[in-house]
């Protein structure tokens, strides 16, 4: 959160990003990382880090990075679908939600399925 609250206010769009649960099990743990907006290619969300986790990641590729392979993201679609979601502050046009790891039944923060994007 404080990243991303760098980021706004140095004129970064940013917004937090994450999995509720591993491979769709609660019990497989959670992860939040950073998405940053880029006017490239007509604009686009992409993944970024504060301290890249190794060589020859980019911004081009979300699924360069440590997290984003076959261990975390197995299926993309099924009971072991890892989902990706982005919280979103425009609750008239929400059409989903950000899921709380810590609450899962409260379904009352905004969100964006960023699902797809990941298994790209």
Request: with cysteine; glycine share 10%; charged share 20%.
């Amino acid at each position: 959160v404080t990243f991303v609250a760098a980021l706004r206010a140095a004129g970064v769009p940013a917004r937090l990003v994450g999995t509720p649960a591993w491979e769709g099990d609660p019990d497989n743990g959670n992860h939040n990382w950073v998405e940053i907006w880029r006017e490239t290619n007509g604009g686009e969300w992409s993944f970024v880090e504060a301290k890249p986790a190794g060589g020859g990641e980019t911004l081009d590729n979300p699924c360069d990075k440590w997290f984003c392979n076959a261990a975390h993201f197995p299926a993309a679609s099924g009971p072991n679908q890892t989902m990706v979601y982005a919280a979103r502050f425009d609750r008239t046009e929400n059409a989903s939600i950000y899921p709380l790891a810590w609450d899962l039944a409260n379904r009352d923060v905004p969100g964006v399925d960023r699902s797809a994007d990941y298994y790209a």
